[in-house]
């Protein structure tokens, strides 16, 4: 299923659904957003960015949308795998610096 | 593999000691950053240098320091260690300043005991 709405620290997913990921951004003047996805025991690792010129981008079964009106980013998985498992950050540039959101744990059903 | 390396992988040591950590960034990166990363905290920026300078600072304490060596490798000291300090610490690098994908390396797990 999917989970739209207010930020959640966790997310439960049935394999092969898609999964929504949301994220609540503080700075108005951020113009630069990225995803990050974080496994058990490892460093963040990049999944997609996107400039505030943009309201959408897409990937590799990935989508992030940007809402500027309200502050508001939101990940995308389809088909979400066992592989997508892990805790997602939302991360916004303002003056070089790199802020990350709290993160939501995902976990994958099989 | 990010291509940023991180020593040593863990750390474990008393309060009130001294410890280093090393980060070699990506080939071809000027920037390095480090962020601590605790479970109150979340991810925190701690400070970054471009080229051998610092460039911008977060919330870093004065007991601690780093520095970019001429070969863009970077290590941070933490001094007075107290146990609030046990945490994953995170270096990343990026090509250029800003707006910049930043790439992460394995962390280093610090115990302070």
């Known amino acids: 299923g999917e989970s739209v709405g207010l930020h959640l620290p966790t997310l439960s997913v049935q394999e092969g659904d898609n999964s929504i990921i949301n994220c609540a951004y503080s700075?108005?003047?951020?113009?630069?957003f990225i995803w990050y996805k974080q496994e058990s025991g490892k460093g963040p690792q990049f999944i997609i960015d996107i400039r505030s010129n943009m309201d959408k981008r897409q990937g590799q079964r990935v989508t992030v949308l940007l809402n500027k009106t309200v502050k508001h980013l939101s990940l995308q998985i389809a088909a979400t795998q066992p592989g997508d498992s892990a805790v997602y950050f939302c991360a916004e540039i303002n003056d070089y610096k790199l802020s990350f959101g709290a993160g939501t744990t995902v976990t994958v059903r099989a | 593999d990010s291509g940023v390396t991180q020593t040593p992988k863990h750390l474990i040591t008393a309060t009130g000691q001294r410890v280093t950590l090393r980060c070699s960034p990506r080939s071809g990166d000027l920037s390095v950053y480090w962020y601590q990363q605790s479970l109150d905290q979340g991810l925190q920026f701690l400070i970054q240098?471009?080229?051998?300078?610092?460039?911008a600072k977060g919330n870093i304490l004065e007991r601690f320091s780093a520095q970019q060596f001429p070969d863009l490798h970077s290590e941070l000291n933490l001094s007075s260690l107290e146990l609030g300090d046990s945490a994953l610490y995170f270096c990343a690098s990026s090509v250029g300043l800003a707006e910049n994908i930043q790439y992460f390396g394995a962390g280093t797990r610090l115990s302070v005991l």
């Open positions: 240098y471009y080229n051998g300078e610092e460039r």
């Open positions: 700075n108005s003047a951020s113009d630069y």
